[in-house]
């Protein structure tokens, strides 16, 4: 059974940066397109970055030039540097997968991804 467990959220002032780690079990990394999903108090879940398994990328417009979403096959790890952050990048963020043998979902909304993480809660300061 695969599952997602995140890490790596915390606290940080504005102009900060984090790194968002995502270990995924039961299978390999190398078999999904994967993303970071984030939500905020009220709010509906967004999706932030997105990684095919031909490691192509996609990025929200609110956090391009600023996140890097890269996949590391050999660690089945999923990571999401966040740097120059903002308040408005405060919310939980979520790890997210579904198999995939080449590109990752052309909708790349929540309901088209079938396992998901627990969650890792970032806080930007101002």
């Known amino acids: 059974q695969v599952q997602l467990v995140e890490s790596g959220g915390g606290s940080v002032e504005a102009g900060g940066s984090l790194r968002l780690s995502c270990a995924l079990s039961?299978?390999?990394?190398?078999?999904?397109?994967m993303g970071w999903f984030r939500q905020a108090p009220g709010e509906g879940r967004e999706g932030v970055a997105f990684v095919s398994q031909l490691l192509t990328t996609t990025y929200a417009d609110s956090v391009k030039d600023r996140f890097t979403i890269s996949k590391d096959n050999a660690k089945n790890t999923l990571y999401l540097q966040m740097n120059s952050l903002k308040y408005d990048d405060t919310a939980m963020y979520y790890c997210?997968?579904?198999?995939?043998?080449?590109?990752?979902?052309?909708?790349?909304?929540?309901?088209?991804?079938?396992?998901w993480g627990q969650g890792t809660q970032v806080t930007v300061s101002s």
């Open positions: 997210a997968a579904v198999r995939s043998r080449t590109w990752c979902p052309s909708k790349l909304d929540a309901v088209n991804f079938d396992y």
């Open positions: 039961g299978d390999t990394t190398n078999n999904y397109c």
